[in-house]
Structure formats: structure tokens, C-alpha cells
């Protein structure tokens, strides 16, 4: 978005909270016109700076997150305040104006009544992604083993009761099949996952559990390793997602009736598979369970998933630049 932006319509202001910069701290600042590191001033002095620097659109993007500056939005120091994507949910504040989101988040009429502020949804997709560098697409690894992989590789905390349920229904559909998850410190340091498997009839040699990737590159590379990536529920995967499906992985989604169990529904509509993102457990068990005993439709869909994404609204920065300037000016106009 920073790099994509119209400069002669947008002039960047950037206020950093970051304690420890690091490459991507400098990628950004290169991005815009005004960097202020905000570390160390009190929401006062953070306010009186933004009034100072004249700012018409102040936006948030850490919301309730870890190091936020809500108190500062609350000395309403612009005349129009904004939140989006890092924190995706109301911030419960009567001084944010609106949240920017899309019709498939947040259907027109269905949950703008749970917010403090207006939404506002972007005509194509919430979300814009930038892959860094990446491995190559894989082959399906079940065309070379015979046994199709399950994984989620998505944050621990995640992965519900449920979703155990879910995926156990899963792995005892499609005979011989293995789920692949990732847990920080291993299996040997919280067996937790495992057990609770086994405690729903699988056995324990069907369930591999990784450690954390210690880069992203090993990270990336270890999507080559699964055939059906499985999304969480009811808090979707979001970046997770948009990496597996860049990998060449296609993810099966559970939607529900709030902002962040819809975040599989738009980020796969927006890349034209729309049906991998189910309404009920049973149609994602059902779902799962086809993918998982038709490798020709996975790798087909594998083949061609990376150029499907690049034809997409996902990868589309300069179109995502034009809706977020597009709506700042509805919002003003409004």
C-alpha cells in the first residue's frame, strides 16, 4: 500500500512504535515521506505531534495488539481516524470514524451493529499480498509417497477443540492419510496436540509435529511437505493462507458470522475458489475429504494456483492503493 500509493494525491506520515528496527523497518521508512519514531512519547506528545504535522487521515494498524497508541487516537488528534488490518475488530472506540473491510468479511447488514465505528468495505478484497522470496512450487507430495498430507501450519493457539474434532473426522475418512502441524518447541515440548489426536482415535504415527521454522525460507519450503492445507476456525488463517495458496497449496475453509472466521471466504473468492471455503464442518470435512482422495483436482488446482494469484485482487497493489485512497475520500467527503 505505501509503495503503491498515488503521490500526488497522498503524502505519507509514518509514526513508528518500534523499539528494535530491523531490515523491514527500513524498507518502510524508504516508503515514506515523513518517518516519526513514536518510542518513548507519551499519547500527549504523540497527539500534539500529528496536529503539528496537519494529518487529515490518521489510520491505526495495531488496534488492541501488543505496543498500540489508541490512547492518542482518543485525543482525537486528526479530523478523521481510521483502523484497518491490524487488528481485525472493532476498537470499541467512539473517537475511530470507520474500519475499512470487504462485503464478504462483512456482509452489508450483518455485522455493523457490533461496531464502534463505520464500515467501510473496499470493492474487491481486505487484503493485498506481497510474496518475498519464495521456493518453487512443488509437485503434490502424495504423488510421490501414496499418502496424501494434511497440514496446518498456522499458530497453535488457533487450533480449537473443534477443529481437533474436525480434522480427526478427516484423517479417518481418507485411510492413511497424515496431518502435518507445527508447535512452538516440537512435540517434545507440548505433547498436547498429539495426545488429544490420539485421544480422538487416531493413531500417533499419523500426526507429525514440527517445531517452529527457525526463517521463513524453511518456513515456505515446508508447505512442499502437504498437499491440503486445513484453516483454523474460528479465527481464520490470513497470511498463513496467502502462503500456502503461493506455495501451491489449496487451503479448505470454515466461515462463520463474524470478521475473522471470514477471512478464508474472501482471500479464496478473491482468487476464484470460492468453493474450498464451506459453511458447515461438515461440508469442510466433505470438502477436505474430496481434495484428499482426488489428487488429480490437487494437482491440477497446485499447478496453477501461483499465476492464479497473480491475476488476482490479491496481488493487484496499484488497484488496492487506488480503493483505500478511493474510500478516504468517500469518509471525507461523508
Known sequence: LLAAHDRSEVELFCYAEVPVEDATTQRLRALADHWRVTVGRSD???????????IDVLVDLAGHS???????????????QVTCNGYIDTTGMAAMDYRLTDALHDPPGATDHLQTERLVRLPACNWCYRPD???????????STGVVTFGCLNKLYKVTPQMLDIWARILKEVPHSRLLLVVQGGDAANPSVRESLVGRGIDSERVEVLSKAASRREYLERFGRVDVALDTFPFNG??????????????VSLCGQTHVSRAGLSILTAIGLGDLACATPDEYVRCATQLGTHTGRVSAIRAGLRERMERSPLRDERGYARAVEAAYRAMWVD
Open 133 to 143: 522470496d519464495s521456493p518453487p512450487v512443488s509437485l503434490p507430495p502424495g504423488l
Open 238 to 251: 490470513i497470511t498463513t493462507t496467502c502462503d500456502a495458496l503461493w506455495m501451491g497449496v489449496p487451503v
Open 44 to 54: 500527549d506528545a504523540l497527539a500534539e505531534m500529528i496536529r503539528q504535522d496537519g
Open 66 to 80: 501488543a505496543g498500540n497508541r489508541l490512547l492518542a487516537f482518543a485525543r482525537r488528534p486528526a479530523p478523521l
